[in-house]
């Protein structure tokens, strides 16, 4: 673990340093500090309780309690960047590292209030890069529920008809991207992940990465399913891509398949301890 001073300020939802940092999700953005070789968490009294509990591995303190020390002191308004101030001044610290995604205006304040910033050297948590068992758990499970949610696709497509115009049936409606999209997306909210953005798209729609889809499904062409969720539990993504024809695929369709299934073949070779990500990249696309 870097041993770098450090200061964060964002919300656990989205930000992954600051979920990696306090292992709990707080919507609204709050404080967290690493000083001295300690960690602390500066909190709103709607989560005060509640981080207590969840992140025993963290000091918690009151941002309200530091707000009315600071107006007994003469600050009239006083806000993060004060706050923040205050608790550096208990920790005999005049400069802090940040992450380089740290809030612009709240650092121009800090500055303001001759607190120095500087951008953390070591990435704020270097040790993200080598994932422990429980991560690689936590990610498995959240792969798990992109399985389940791609199966359930995947046996609609094999359940559907084919219509004499080529599109898609299904329980006798015409079978849409947006309509196999939320069946995968239903399955895996019931698996316990949230998906957003999941990747249902058909023929030439395939060819525009990250189309989401829409409209009516087609036989005999190319489908993508891209299915990367989240678990509500853990906060950890799966992902995984297929491309699937329902039908009867073309002789384009199919050199362009065992190319990758080869291209595939080939990466798995050369990924061993200690391999160059980009080097088996570069491999594959000579075999492209």
Excluded: W
Excluded at 58 to 69: P, R, T
Excluded at 97 to 120: C, D, E, T, W, Y
């Amino acid at each position: 673990m870097s041993k770098e001073n450090l200061l964060i300020v964002a919300d656990s939802e989205r930000d992954a340093n600051m979920l990696y940092a306090v292992r709990m999700f707080v919507p609204d953005p709050f404080i967290y500090l690493k000083a001295s070789g300690k960690r602390f968490m500066i909190m709103s009294d709607l989560e005060i309780d509640r981080a207590r509990k969840q992140a025993p591995h963290c000091k918690v303190l009151s941002f309200a309690e530091y707000q009315e020390k600071l107006k007994k002191h003469g600050v009239e308004k006083p806000g993060m960047a004060h706050v923040i101030r205050a608790f550096l001044k208990e920790q005999r610290l005049k400069k802090i590292s940040v992450p380089n995604n740290f809030p612009h205006g709240l650092a121009r304040q800090l500055r303001h209030l001759r607190i120095k910033i500087r951008i953390s050297k070591d990435g704020c948590f270097p040790e993200r890069e080598l994932k422990t068992p429980d991560e690689i758990k936590k990610i498995s499970a959240a792969l798990i529920m992109a399985e389940v949610g791609l199966a359930e696709g995947i046996q609609v497509l094999k359940r559907a008809k084919i219509a004499k115009n080529g599109r898609l049936i299904y329980h006798n409606i015409p079978l849409t991207s947006e309509r196999l999209r939320a069946i995968i997306d239903t399955a895996i909210l019931q698996a316990g992940g949230v998906a957003t953005h999941t990747i249902v798209a058909g023929g030439d729609q395939a060819c525009n990465p990250h189309e989401e889809g829409y409209g009516p499904l087609k036989a005999n062409v190319p489908i993508i399913l891209d299915v990367f969720p989240r678990s509500q539990r853990t906060g950890y993504f799966g992902d995984i891509t297929r491309t699937v024809v329902k039908g009867r695929a073309s002789d384009e369709v199919l050199k362009m398949y065992h190319t990758v299934a080869s291209g595939q073949e080939l990466a798995l070779k050369h990924i061993t301890d200690g391999a160059s990500g980009k080097a088996v990249h570069q491999k594959v696309m000579e075999c492209f």
